[in-house]
């Protein structure tokens, strides 16, 4: 199931409904080959996230994501010992113990019993499986998308080494747990903050950019195959135009897709300024940015 | 192909790009996967093992074109062999040159076919016009240390050409003609790249990853003396302290103690477990924010000094409940409101333009302390710092003292910064030794390493 060749990821992403260049293709291809992460970088709405979904649709395998954020830590992301049930069982069965002591004469004896039968409070049954775990011991191979790695502590991404690397993970009370299956990790980030060397230095990185403008058009008509033709070819070149502007917030492809939605169910057939004007708000999400534009509206509809 | 990415790596690292030697052995293992005879995947494996960050991913894509695309007769590096002799003995006359520089070897090298020292040559001009302080003209900096690479370069060219004229009747003609294009194809090579060397200015982010070596220029520098350029530096530097700070904070939080046990819940909670405490509970205390409330002298020297400090005070803005700025000459207005409405820069700017002052008086602390006494006196409470930044020079006018002392029974405490250097703090008119007595902290805060260490003691 996995994947051929590079021009084998691009043909079975495209359907998945995902189109890339093909620099994104080799990058996924080579983690598929390797079993390293890939850690994707880009503006927000380019698709970073997408990708792993993707690639996850692509190769049928289960998508597990760890969204991450400020103070997110081992015991939300890997596992939690459930001390509640542990101990409920320990009430019920009670009378078993009193079974298993009976007979026994003395206190070492005793506990020699118990010690037998130890391994029942300390096992799996009593974990509860967070993301990493849930990826790690899964009996098929899957996708795992740690999703907005820089938005953790760095403390977090310090304990990220350990399963990056080797895909193992310690659990103090039962010992070190290795992957069933290597998943294909995909950890995105939004240049809040840059990654450690050491994290760094186990991905591939890939960078993804705003979509070149063919692949823009691609992308388009493959999402919305409602949109005429000439409508797209206006819609790419004013986002285009409207990105080369100075903005607080671009819009990216996720925009670009929306617009187009948009554009459609007002049954636009052709963008004029006015249409533009008033479906700004759908492309740029702070007022200043929305000013800037309508003051550059002629120039953008007018390459159009 | 292992030897030609060994020597990019080489190439790259002599152009300041760090890679690691587990990097380079991923990007081997990779380049198998791989058809490297197209280009784009022979790229991407490349990008994807040595350009890990945005900034990073400029920088290679230039050294990428460069040495694939630029310097592509490496390939068939050294020389044919039917000029190999005569090659030598022309590379020997170029080395005669009675004033060789430290750029012609290198030169050299590069037109045998070795371009690391040159392009370590290239690199070191560029980097170098980022480290050196100059004055007035100081833009011509890398033009002139290009310059005498281009001298040379067209040195050289002048040997070659009489060096085979010179060696007319020892070869035949078509060895001259392929030396002759053969040295001239390198040179061109090497001026070309000394021409469209990327400037240092549109590397812009590449900055920030030496912001460490900037601080320790800046930090000293007296605020005033600053250029309109090193402002702009300056709050590039300010903004990246202001990161560092606030992820110190945050870890703060994160980490602090977690306080006594509070038995009440503890118990509470145990009921759940048939009595047993399986959740202990602590009587947690967030560490306390502060309450800022900023005087500003804006008059003339003062004002340099301030608007780092209100710069940063602002960006800091999280670390505190509430920040309340005032500037004042001859009179007092609050300026809070722009930095609500407005980014802290922009604000910054409209604060010395449109507060409503009299920009033209002088100094007048008296009339100051008493117009904030009329006005904004409730703006104090038990939880307030109150910062004043000024150089206490009175003009001569009164003081108020007494109101400076109320001001202190209100608030929690008062630090007074003073932008001069201690020196001269006690002489002519200023009023430092009476203020002075009111404030619970005198600091002397004219460059960026006071301004930090006094924000670090105010944050942490």
């Known amino acids: 199931m996995n994947f051929e060749s590079v021009a084998d990821v691009a043909q079975r992403l495209e359907k998945a409904e995902y189109i890339c260049s093909k620099e994104i293709a080799t990058v996924v291809f080579l983690a598929a080959a390797t079993g390293k992460p890939i850690l994707v970088e880009g503006p927000a709405g380019v698709g970073k996230t997408e990708l792993a979904k993707a690639v996850a649709r692509s190769l049928q395998r289960k998508i597990i994501r760890l969204q991450c954020y400020e103070g997110l830590d081992e015991a939300k992301a890997l596992y939690e010992w459930e001390y509640a049930k542990q101990l409920l069982y320990t009430q019920i069965v009670k009378a ?153 917030k671009k819009p990216s492809i996720s925009e ?16 004029s300024p006015d249409v533009v004007a008033d479906t700004l708000n759908v492309i740029l999400k702070y007022r200043s940015d929305v000013e800037t534009v309508r003051d550059n509206l002629s120039t953008i509809v007018n390459h159009a | 192909m292992r030897n030609l990415i060994l020597k990019f ?63 592509r007769e490496d390939a068939e590096m050294g020389f ?91 070869m035949p003609w078509e060895t001259r003609r392929d030396l002759k294009k053969h040295f001239n194809q390198r040179l061109d090579v090497a001026r070309r790249l000394l021409t469209t060397a990327q400037l240092p200015e549109d590397t812009g982010p590449r900055k920030i990853a030496s912001y460490e070596k900037r601080l320790a220029r800046l930090g000293e520098q007296s605020f005033n003396s600053l250029t309109p350029k090193e402002v702009d530096e300056m709050r590039a530097v300010i903004q990246q302290l202001v990161r560092k700070l606030k992820d110190t904070v945050g870890r703060r939080y994160a980490k602090r103690p977690r306080g006594l046990l509070d038995v009440k819940k503890t118990l509470r909670r145990s009921m759940q477990y048939q009595g047993i405490p399986m959740q202990i509970v602590f009587r947690k205390r967030p560490p306390r924010k502060g309450r800022i409330v900023v005087l500003c002298d804006v008059s003339g020297s003062v004002w340099s000094s301030a608007r780092f400090m209100l710069n940063m005070l602002y960006s ?36 010395l333009r449109e507060a409503d002052l009299a920009y033209g008086a002088s100094t007048d602390y008296g009339l100051t302390l008493r117009e904030f006494k009329r006005r904004y006196l ?55 030794r009476t203020y002075e007595a009111c404030c619970h902290e005198v600091r002397a805060c004219r460059n960026l390493n006071q301004l930090l260490n006094f924000i670090q003691d105010l944050v942490l």
């Not at chain 1, 948009?262 to 963008?271: F, H, N």
């Open chain 1, 96 to 248: 078993k113990i009193d079974d298993v002591l009976s007979g026994t004469r003395t206190l070492s004896e005793a506990v020699e019993r118990i010690a037998s039968q130890e391994d029942a409070f300390f096992s799996e049954r009593f974990i509860q499986p967070r993301p990493l775990l849930q990826a790690i011991s899964a009996d098929k191979p899957v996708v795992l998308l740690i999703d907005e790695v820089d938005k953790s502590d760095p403390e977090f991404e310090a304990f990220l080494l350990e399963i990056l690397s080797d895909f193992q993970i310690s659990i103090p009370e039962l010992g070190t747990k290795k992957a069933v299956h290597r998943p294909f990790v995909v950890l995105t980030s939004n240049n809040f903050r840059d990654m450690s060397d050491a994290l760094k230095r186990r991905c591939i990185h890939l960078y993804i950019d705003y979509p070149e403008r063919s692949l823009e058009k691609r992308i388009v008509e493959l999402k919305i195959p409602a949109i005429g033709e000439r409508l797209t070819e206006q819609l790419v070149t004013s986002v285009r135009q409207i990105r080369d502007l100075d903005l607080k």
């Open chain 1, 256 to 271: 670009t897709l929306d617009w187009a939605q948009s554009l459609l169910a007002l049954q636009v057939e052709d963008l």
């Open chain 2, 9 to 71: 790596v080489s190439s790259a690292r002599a152009a300041g790009l760090r890679i690691a030697t587990s990097e380079v052995m991923d990007c081997l293992d990779q380049i198998k996967h791989v058809d490297v005879l197209d280009e784009p995947q022979f790229a991407a494996v490349l990008r994807a093992n040595f350009a890990k960050s945005k900034r990073e991913q400029n920088q290679f894509n230039h050294l990428y074109r460069l040495y694939f695309h630029e310097l």
């Open chain 2, 80 to 170: 044919s062999d039917s000029i190999a002799d005569h090659a030598e003995t022309l590379l020997e006359a170029l080395r005669q040159n009675p004033n060789p520089g430290p750029e012609l070897p290198a030169l050299l090298d590069f037109v045998t076919g070795d371009p690391l020292a040159y392009l370590d040559l290239l690199r070191r001009i560029q980097s170098d016009g980022d480290n050196h302080q100059q004055g007035l003209g100081a833009n011509l900096g890398s033009m002139v240390r290009r310059l005498p690479i281009m001298l040379a370069i067209d040195r050289s060219r002048k040997v070659v050409d009489l060096f085979l004229l010179e060696h007319r009747d020892q």
């Open chain 2, 316 to 351: 800091l803005q999280a670390c505190f409940t509430r920040v309340r700025s005032f500037v004042f000459i001859a009179g007092i207005d609050e300026v809070t409101h722009f930095f609500e409405t407005f980014e802290v820069n922009q604000a910054i700017d409209k604060v």
């Open chain 2, 378 to 432: 409730d703006a104090l409470n038990k939880k307030t710092t109150l910062i004043i930044i000024g150089d206490g020079r009175t003009n001569y006018t009164n003081p108020e003292v007494e109101i400076l002392d109320e001001m202190r029974e209100r608030s929690r405490r008062i630090i007074w910064l003073n932008p001069e250097t201690e020196q001269f703090w006690y002489s002519g008119d200023s009023e430092m």
